[in-house]
């Protein structure tokens, strides 16, 4: 099994930063990799952000644009198991609970999802 526990979040003002952290227990060596997903009010869970074991990373077109001025940043410190989003310059539209997932894959089983347990970013005008 894996288990993710998530930290950071809250209420910041626009143009302010955040930084949310998951950290990952449990069977570490078999995530593939690991992911920032978000879910705003009445929309469906979108992709942020994902991060492979290689430290290989990837953005949703969605806010791909946006990272040209590294607006958000996936990474991850491998020692501590632990991802890390962090998300400058946030908007009022970046509202929304964050989820950090992690596909593994148990011994001789198919991919699985893991789930943090969400926390709750509110941008403010």
């Known amino acids: 099994q894996v288990q993710l526990v998530q930290s950071g979040g809250g209420l910041v003002q626009a143009g302010g930063s955040l930084r949310l952290s998951c950290a990952a227990s449990g069977s570490i060596s078999r995530i593939n990799s690991m992911a920032w997903y978000r879910q705003a009010p009445g929309k469906q869970r979108e992709l942020v952000a994902a991060i492979s074991t290689g430290g290989s990373t990837n953005y949703a077109d969605s806010v791909k644009g946006r990272f040209t001025i590294s607006q958000f940043t996936i990474s991850r410190d491998n020692a501590k198991n632990t991802v890390y989003l962090q998300m400058n310059n946030l908007k009022p539209e970046d509202t929304a609970d964050y989820y950090c997932?992690?596909?593994?894959?148990?011994?001789?089983?198919?991919?699985?999802?893991?789930w943090g347990q969400g926390t709750l970013v509110t941008v403010s005008l």
């Open positions: 997932n992690a596909k593994w894959r148990p011994f001789g089983g198919s991919a699985l999802n893991a």
